[in-house]
């Protein structure tokens, strides 16, 4: 009983704590601006990517093939977003000044820019070769893309989406996130390519493994 007593006394504390260091924050201009700035330039680059994904998918592939797991949100990006949300909030009220390196915040805005452009040419380069499922049969429209961003990269989508998540975590100067981020989206890839690519071997054969020899991965220390 007197455990329990002191537990909430201690949470009430805390609690306490927090809601003043969150009310002092948001009367500085430190959380009007800053937090302004950094998580609408956050939600209006998560809508945007998202949002013309979709489209994307709809124009190339028409409205009936494609359904809403175009918008490529699962359970685990969900779960991500949350994530980088809570620290954001965590480090503005009780670190403000992290969220003060703006310098650190462009660079992040920048490869947020440059990430997308880089992913949207590959779609769009690829057209009806670019499916958001991997393909694992051989299909009449799926051709072998290797001009456009392909001649410099085998995963432009890949690359461009690895720069894109890791800038949204460097735009918001989250450096927990940024590192999770990295390691997870990284990761994802590293099992991912060389699954698509023995479904690309055998639908190309010889022709993709020349293409292969001769053109980088794209994701760093994938080959
Ligand atoms: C989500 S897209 C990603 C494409 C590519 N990995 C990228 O990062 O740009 C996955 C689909 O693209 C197809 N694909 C990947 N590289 C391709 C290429 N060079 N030419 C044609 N199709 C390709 C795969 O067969 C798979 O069905």
């Not at 057209?127 to 694992?136: A, C, E, Q, R, Y």
Request: aromatic share 18%; net charge positive.
């Amino acid at each position: 009983m007197l455990f329990l007593k002191q537990f909430w006394g201690d949470l009430d504390f805390h609690i306490q704590v927090l809601l003043t260091a969150y009310t002092a924050a948001s009367k500085s201009e430190i959380f009007s601006y800053t937090a302004c700035r950094q998580l609408s330039q956050m939600i209006l680059a998560v809508s945007f990517f998202h949002i013309s994904e979709y489209i994307l998918a709809i124009l190339f592939h028409g409205h009936s093939n494609v359904t809403p797991r175009s918008l490529l949100i699962s359970k685990y990006y969900l779960l991500a977003m949350f994530f980088s949300f809570l620290e954001y909030f965590v480090e503005i009220v009780l670190l403000p000044g992290l969220k003060e390196y703006w310098w650190i915040s462009n660079v992040g805005l920048v490869m947020v820019i440059v990430g997308e452009i880089i992913r949207k040419m590959a779609v769009i380069t690829a057209g009806k070769s670019f499916t958001h499922l991997i393909k694992i049969y051989h299909e009449e429209q799926h051709k072998l893309i290797t001009h456009g961003v392909y001649r410099f990269v085998r995963h432009p989508g890949y690359s461009g989406f690895l720069i894109w998540a890791v800038g949204t975590q460097i735009m918001l100067c989250n450096p927990v996130s940024t590192v999770g981020f990295a390691v997870v989206v990284w990761h994802f890839f590293y099992k991912r390519i060389p699954y698509e690519e023995y479904f690309l071997r055998q639908f190309f054969g010889s022709q993709y493994e020349e293409y292969a020899q001769r053109i980088p991965s794209g994701v760093p220390f994938v080959k």
